[in-house]
């Protein structure tokens, strides 16, 4: 059987602390949960994953990099420095597969610095506010965006 296409998803600060914080606003599922979903809902796609979480920005602008050789596109919850980093929003538009932004939380409805996306200004479109799901939704997304680019 030929190689499945890679979705790298990637997961930033805090997101390995997922079950215990925070659980009223992120729930009570582990990022260990939400990978193996991802993974389930990605192979009924057709689609196989790499996912990776590291609470460094370098390691997820590194990622990215690495996403744009080996990957037909990109999730990313860059946790907090989705209302930071520059350099992210950089990085994204730097490769040329599309990159997904997901959210566990609605970001438009909680804190007034939330409310500004600098990695979602670069992203193909953003999911943000059904928890767990963002991920499938964002592989949905993933597999639709692939599959209209290859009609191209
Ligand atoms: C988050 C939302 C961010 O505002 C927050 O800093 C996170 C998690 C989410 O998935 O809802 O760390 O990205």
Redesign the pocket.
């Known amino acids: 059987m030929p190689d499945l296409p890679i979705v790298f998803i990637l997961n930033g ?3 390995n602390l997922l079950g215990t914080r925070e659980p009223e606003v ?1 729930g009570r599922e582990t990022l260990g949960d939400i990978k193996a979903a991802a993974s389930a809902h990605a192979a009924s796609l057709g689609l196989a994953i790499e996912f990776r979480q590291s609470n460094r920005e370098g390691d997820l602008i590194d990622w990215l990099h690495e996403a744009g050789e080996k990957a037909v596109a990109a999730i990313l ?1 860059a ?2 420095y ?2 930071t980093s520059i350099a992210l929003h950089d990085a994204i538009r730097a490769i040329s597969i599309p990159v997904i932004e997901a ?3 609605n ?1 438009h409805a909680r804190e007034a610095f ?1 409310e500004r996306s600098f990695t979602g200004r670069a992203a193909a479109g953003v999911i943000s506010g059904f928890g767990p799901d963002a991920y499938m939704l964002a592989l949905d997304g993933a597999k639709r965006l692939t599959q209209k680019s290859a009609k191209q």
């Open positions: 600060p805090n997101l992120y919850n946790g907090a989705s209302h959210h566990l939380s970001i939330r």
